[in-house]
């Protein structure tokens, strides 16, 4: 018995390393899906090579932010707790855990060490592919396609072929590089529908630019989406509890589309935001089986829950009533970095497209709202 378990670590370890990196590796450009997923291309996001190991951002195998509808995920989520730097990744399978501090990785259940550890880079851990996939009960594949190398990972819900993913993709993959392209670039896209707005100062640099909203029953949250999802671009969607259980129609809609859910918290103290928060982690799990990716609290109990591990949203902007789209997206002009929080009430959802317009036609960069990144 002992003889099989050390062939099998044996086997593993072979598995891990069996495909050897690309002699031009950095020449490449790397894509990554998820099931049926292309998720979209960054710098500092793509899989990257490292000693002959492949890796992948963690949030690859975080079902909150890899973009994949809900009925075709990986079943796993990730969690980063940047205070004691370690990363969680787990499903029913169990969990394993990354200390960046002490190189190790481990099953937080038996104990047991595995031998490639997290690796940050660009602040954003990395983690390997081949020893998490191995671990989760998922499967990857690594495709060799026109516009690159599509690094495909895959869980049991899937059922679309590699060639026929290719082939429905290719698209979505010339799209990917198109935008790639562009953001490292210093030209101007073409023109879509409207014509461009001429840029208000000679920068050609973006500003990253998260949104928030913050669902309390105005009415037009759906609305909100209808407009996000006509321009591509993702949000964090923030609900108490109740609102959780009034709106759930279109909180499973958020999550197959995409978006980010988190949690709307307004305790009158911690212990009373720390009940709010187990209550609707729990209507969260038992609607969708997903943990809420960041929560919105009072600015006094945000240092005690990002000690606790939870991401809290902290907002640098929030979109006024009765400011033209126009002149709220010239005055985000002067932060490095924006998170603009927006209602969902009927006059902000009325302003939303023509904001949403307004921001990337002035160099906002808006990005899919990710809990590293937050």
């Known amino acids: 018995m002992k003889h099989a378990r050390l062939f099998r670590s044996i086997a593993f370890l072979l598995a891990l390393t069996l495909l050897p990196a690309p002699a031009h590796a950095v020449e490449?450009?790397?894509?990554?899906?998820?099931?049926?997923?292309?998720?979209?291309?960054?710098?500092?996001?793509?899989?990257?090579?490292?000693?002959?190991?492949?890796?992948?951002?963690?949030?690859?195998?975080?079902?909150?932010?890899?973009?994949?509808?809900?009925?075709?995920n990986?079943?796993?989520?990730?969690?980063?707790?940047?205070?004691?730097?370690?990363?969680?990744?787990?499903?029913?399978?169990?969990?394993?855990?990354?200390?960046?501090?002490?190189?190790?990785?481990?099953?937080?259940?038996?104990?047991?060490?595995?031998?490639?550890?997290?690796?940050?880079?660009?602040?954003?851990?990395?983690?390997?592919?081949?020893?998490?996939?191995?671990f989760l009960g998922l499967t990857y594949s690594y495709l060799t396609v026109p516009q690159g190398i599509l690094v495909r990972i895959k869980s049991s819900s899937n059922s679309l072929?590699?060639?026929?993913?290719?082939?429905?993709?290719?698209?979505?993959?010339?799209?990917?590089?198109?935008?790639?392209n562009n953001q490292n670039s210093a030209y101007t896209?073409?023109?879509?529908?409207?014509?461009?707005?001429?840029?208000?100062?000679?920068?050609?640099?973006?500003?990253?630019?998260?949104?928030?909203?913050?669902?309390?029953?105005?009415?037009?949250a759906a609305a909100l989406v209808n407009s996000f999802d006509a321009q591509s671009v993702r949000g964090l969607f923030f609900f108490s509890p109740e609102q959780l259980e009034a709106q759930d129609d279109l909180v499973r809609r958020l999550l197959a589309t995409g978006h980010s859910v988190g949690l709307l918290l307004n305790g009158g103290t911690l212990d009373e935001s720390r009940e709010q928060l187990a209550r609707g982690e729990?209507?969260?799990?038992?609607?969708?089986?997903?943990?809420?990716?960041?929560?919105?609290?009072?600015?006094?109990?945000?240092?005690?829950?990002?000690?606790?591990?939870?991401?809290?949203?902290?907002?640098?902007?929030?979109?006024?009533?009765?400011?033209?789209?126009?002149?709220q997206a010239r005055s985000l002009r002067n932060q490095e970095l924006v998170r603009l929080t927006l209602d969902d009430s009927t006059e902000t959802a009325s302003?939303?497209?023509?904001?949403?317009?307004?921001?990337?036609?002035?160099?906002?960069d808006i990005r899919i709202p990710m809990e590293t990144r937050l």
């Open 28 to 72: 490449q450009i790397y894509f990554t899906a998820v099931n049926i997923t292309i998720m979209p291309l960054t710098a500092d996001t793509m899989p990257v090579w490292i000693d002959g190991v492949l890796y992948v951002p963690y949030t690859v195998f975080d079902d909150h932010s890899n973009g994949a509808p809900q009925w075709m």
């Open 189 to 220: 896209p073409p023109a879509t529908d409207s014509p461009p707005l001429p840029p208000e100062n000679n920068s050609p640099e973006t500003i990253p630019l998260y949104l928030g909203v913050r669902c309390e029953g105005g009415g037009s």
């Open 351 to 364: 302003i939303a497209g023509s904001l949403l317009y307004q921001l990337k036609n002035r160099q906002f």
């Open 161 to 180: 072929s590699d060639a026929d993913l290719i082939d429905t993709g290719k698209d979505t993959l010339n799209n990917r590089l198109w935008e790639y």
């Open 282 to 327: 729990g209507i969260l799990r038992e609607m969708a089986c997903v943990r809420p990716s960041a929560l919105l609290c009072p600015e006094d109990q945000r240092k005690p829950l990002e000690e606790e591990g939870w991401v809290c949203w902290r907002e640098t902007a929030s979109v006024r009533p009765g400011v033209s789209a126009q002149e």
């Open 74 to 134: 990986l079943g796993a989520y990730g969690s980063y707790n940047t205070t004691k730097q370690t990363v969680s990744l787990y499903n029913r399978q169990g969990t394993m855990m990354f200390d960046l501090v002490e190189d190790t990785c481990y099953d937080l259940n038996s104990g047991r060490t595995y031998p490639s550890p997290a690796i940050t880079r660009n602040k954003i851990p990395f983690v390997p592919v081949g020893q998490v996939c191995s």
